[in-house]
């Protein structure tokens, strides 16, 4: 059984940072590290497409961390630079909260299916 999996934050930009978006749907979980940074370049190219700048960053996590819902925070500074980080704690941050029943579970050993966007 893995120690760490990762999660995978995926935000949206207008040019020049005035607005920044992610949706539960920009976040998936990965059985391993390396496993998400294989995704993370095909997915910031994917959801770049339809959005001006798009950051992503995968987060290592404690898979017990995960047992509710999953609060991720995070922010894009003046400087363009993408803050990201888990915590169970408030932050001023911007709060992302991903239902868990929205985020499929890594198995080790298999490659962890997305669910399609609309």
């Given at each position: 059984?893995?120690?760490?999996?990762?999660v995978?934050?995926?935000?949206?930009c207008?040019?020049g940072?005035?607005?920044c978006?992610?949706?539960d749907?920009?976040?998936?979980?990965?059985?391993?590290h390396?496993?998400?940074?294989?995704?993370?370049?095909?997915?910031?190219?994917?959801?770049g497409?339809?959005?001006?700048?798009?950051?992503?960053k995968?987060i290592?996590?404690d898979?017990?961390?995960i047992?509710?819902?999953?609060s991720?925070?995070?922010?894009?500074?003046?400087?363009?630079?993408?803050?990201?980080?888990l915590?169970?704690?408030?932050?001023?941050?911007?709060?992302?909260?991903?239902p868990?029943?929205?985020?499929?579970?890594?198995?080790?050993?298999?490659?962890?299916?997305?669910?399609p966007t609309?």
């Amino acid at each position: 059984m893995n120690s760490v999996i990762a999660v995978m934050l995926l935000v949206s930009c207008t040019d020049g940072f005035s607005a920044c978006n992610a949706s539960d749907d920009m976040v998936k979980v990965f059985p391993t590290h390396e496993a998400c940074e294989a995704a993370l370049l095909p997915a910031v190219s994917r959801v770049g497409q339809t959005n001006e700048m798009v950051f992503g960053k995968c987060i290592k996590s404690d898979p017990d961390f995960i047992n509710g819902d999953l609060s991720i925070y995070w922010r894009v500074d003046q400087n363009g630079d993408f803050i990201v980080e888990l915590s169970n704690e408030d932050s001023e941050e911007e709060e992302l909260t991903v239902p868990l029943e929205k985020l499929e579970k890594p198995v080790a050993g298999k490659p962890v299916t997305n669910k399609p966007t609309a």
